[in-house]
């Protein structure tokens, strides 16, 4: 008999007779308490059964179902679960589709003449678990393509017969549990008892293969833990992501509205978004001034051949839309502002003293994004990018690098993200430009993130083809990542565009261009920041700051007063003067998550003050209206988040 040698990375190591389950081997090279909480194992060909039979030398590495590669090994056996749950309740009715593991948990689509609704979850969840307590084993098989292809067939599975026939493999893997059979990759659970905490969450109808020519789906979602504990806190991050939902608060707050009549994924910004978008555009741009940056403002198209020459049509076509015709000349919308931003550059010779050239735009850009993927804020098909393009000469480099850097942690912290990861990417396979620059373009990335004391991960190959870059995720108050920043180099566009300056020698050289955005787009930070501050700007971001609220219509005239000084002093002030409860109308200002409510009673009227009102309900001594513009002014430098 055929010996092979099994061993763990820690070097315990044995001698098995071949074709040994890993979970044989394990037995016999870990403790039996470690031994439980093992779900799979991870060798050279990637993550394996347990059941998987090893017929060669191989180091072998424990999956714990606690891990992230263990618990998406759990979530996606409980897709399967609950495909079989579903199928045994409603068998035929029910054609399956696709059920992979998911950030936080799985989906599983189904294609049935009535859609599921939650309603039903009750009743599947209780057929889980008896298919749970049933201890099913995940069985895997291999078959011939085709003879899986006639397997599904037969069962009436249509969408499985599709996935196989677009497979490029001879031989494919099934697994069986209970009367359950799917073709899958696997790995899995041993069997279904180690399903133990899961919920079923949520569904949605989710196009076959996100194309909405085809059979619209119900997609149910749901997620499973390895202990209850985590299961609820989960629930609970959950319940505070749905009470800070941007699209919920953005409708609450007046900020934003999505109108299937103008399109979906084109944001109408409301009076309350617009100005919340002008201050932080304004914002932005001062602190650009004060950084060195000169503002552009760039045209909406340009001519189809110009979009040639920037390389657009042939790698970026199908984020673009169709072509419009004016005059017999095509003309395209703009995916992005750079190619606009080196005609400005180009329109003039350059000597190399004029270098770094910092040229920034809130430039607005149309991408073509299908209907199913948009998502309020996050995912839209206009947006207006916090665009800038340096240019600089090859010794600048690392200096422009680390001021990007600087200027970009500066003003995230501003608005309150003081946590973020940091990735730099390199190199790809397929590439533009010299190895000589790549390498010092990378290092020049790498000398600017260390001198300022960053950590980071990097990505290797993951580069733009055109050049490194430097993506920056900041986290939310929920921790949630969310990319917004990215700094790239690139050595393509200065190529294309045949963009020269007379160097020091009196020759011409090419300058090298950095891409950078800060925000990533107005549309998607803004939308981050709802969620992150929960409706609850900040003083200095808030589009009303303070509402004045008067007692009776006793008030009323001494209210306009004080509203129309403070308003014509620059505070962003509103009254509310209906003939309406006080409590009444605190609870309305505080939905509305206004910082500051103006009281105004016989009192303050009469001494020529308003009594002050936090909108957390803490009340401050009354003042006079100048005495109040002294403390906004106050908050309003810290920029601090407020309560
Ligand atoms: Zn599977
Ligand atoms: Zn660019």
Same mark, same amino acid.
């Given at each position: &008999? ?16 071949? $074709? ?21 194992? =991870? /060798? ?18 424990? @999956? ?9 090994? +759990? ?10 749950? @579903? ?77 196989? %026939? ?17 073709? !899958? ?17 949520? @569904? ?5 293969? $996100? ?42 707050? $007046? +900020? ?16 309350? $978004?617009?100005?919340? =978008? =002008? *201050? ?25 051949? &110009? ?59 149309? =991408? ?23 240019? !600089? ?13 600087? *200027? ?14 940091? #990735? ?31 950590? #980071? %991960? ?25 990319? !917004? ?33 800060? &925000? ?7 939308? @981050? ?15 009303? %700051? ?11 005239? #001494? ?69 109040? *513009?002294? *403390?906004?002014?106050?908050? /309003?430098?810290?920029? %601090?988040?407020?309560?």
């Amino acid at each position: &008999m055929t010996e092979i040698s099994l061993s763990l990375q820690s070097g315990a190591s044995k001698q098995f007779p071949q $074709g040994i389950s890993a979970a044989a081997a394990l037995k016999e090279l870990v403790s039996a308490k470690e031994c439980k909480g093992i779900v799979a194992v =991870r /060798c050279k060909e990637g993550l394996r059964d347990l059941s998987a039979p090893l017929m060669e030398d191989a180091v072998l590495e424990p @999956v714990l179902l606690r891990s992230e590669a263990g618990l998406e090994i +759990l979530r996606h056996s409980t897709a399967h679960i609950m495909a079989l749950a @579903v199928k045994e309740l409603y068998g035929e009715q029910v054609k399956v589709a696709i059920g992979p593991a998911i950030e936080d948990g799985f989906y599983y689509d189904f294609d049935r003449d009535k859609p599921f609704s939650p309603d039903e979850f009750e009743v599947i969840e209780a057929k889980m678990r008896e298919m749970i307590k049933a201890r099913l084993p995940f069985l895997r098989r291999e078959m011939k393509r085709e003879e899986a292809i006639a397997f599904f067939r037969e069962r009436g599975e249509v969408y499985k017969v599709e996935l196989l %026939q677009d497979l490029d493999a001879e031989t494919v893997s099934i697994y069986s549990q209970g009367s359950f059979i799917d073709l !899958c990759r696997g790995p899995h659970v041993p069997d279904s008892s180690w399903i133990q905490v899961f919920k079923l969450l949520r @569904v949605a109808g989710s196009y076959w293969r $996100g194309d909405e020519k085809r059979p619209m789906l119900t997609r149910i979602y749901g997620t499973a833990f390895a202990d209850k504990k985590d299961l609820q806190d989960y629930l609970h991050r959950l319940e505070e992501a749905r009470k800070r939902d941007h699209r919920k608060l953005g409708k609450q707050l $007046g +900020l934003f509205t999505i109108q299937d009549q103008i399109g979906p994924g084109l944001i109408l910004w409301q009076p309350r $978004g617009a100005l919340l =978008r =002008r *201050l932080i555009e304004d914002y932005w741009k001062d602190e650009h001034y004060r950084h060195g940056y000169q503002l552009l403002y760039t045209p909406h198209i340009a001519r189809q051949d &110009m979009w040639k020459t920037s390389g657009h049509l042939d790698f970026y076509s199908e984020n673009m839309y169709a072509p419009m015709e004016v005059e017999e000349v095509l003309y395209q919308l703009k995916p992005m502002n750079c190619p606009f931003h080196i005609g400005v550059f180009n329109a003039e010779r350059h000597s190399y003293r004029e270098f770094p050239i910092r040229w920034c735009e809130l430039g607005t850009v149309y =991408r073509y994004e299908r209907t199913g993927a948009l998502h309020g804020l996050m995912r839209v098909r206009g947006f207006t990018q916090d665009d800038a393009h340096i240019f !600089c000469l090859p010794d600048q480099l690392e200096a422009e690098i680390f001021n990007i850097i600087d *200027l970009n942690l500066h003003i995230l912290r501003t608005f309150g993200f003081d946590q973020y990861d940091i #990735y730099l990417s390199t190199r790809p396979e397929k590439y533009v430009g010299s190895e000589d620059h790549w390498e010092r373009a990378t290092q020049a990335l790498k000398q600017a993130l260390e001198k300022k004391g960053l950590a #980071y %991960q990097i990505d290797p190959g993951e580069g733009v083809f055109y050049g490194p870059k430097i993506d920056i995720k900041i986290k939310d108050q929920l921790g949630r990542s969310w990319q !917004c920043s990215t700094i790239q180099v690139d050595f393509n566009l200065p190529e294309r565009f045949q963009m020269r300056y007379t160097g020091e020698d009196g020759g011409e050289h090419q300058p090298i261009m950095i891409h950078r955005a800060l &925000m990533g787009s107005l549309e998607r930070f803004i939308g @981050v920041l709802i969620e992150h501050y929960a409706g609850a700007f900040p003083l200095w971001l808030a589009p009303e %700051q303070a509402r004045i609220l008067n007692i009776t219509d006793a008030q009323a005239g #001494y209210c306009q007063q004080v509203y129309e000084r403070l308003r014509t002093l620059g505070l962003r002030i509103e009254q509310d003067l209906r003939n309406e409860k006080l409590n009444y109308k605190i609870r309305e200002a505080q939905l509305m998550k206004v910082p500051y409510m103006l009281v105004v009673g016989e009192r303050e009227k009469e001494e020529g003050t308003v009594t002050v009102r936090r909108r957390n309900g803490e009340n401050l001594p009354a003042m006079t209206p100048e005495a109040f *513009l002294d *403390l906004v002014a106050e908050e /309003c430098k810290q920029r %601090q988040a407020c309560v």
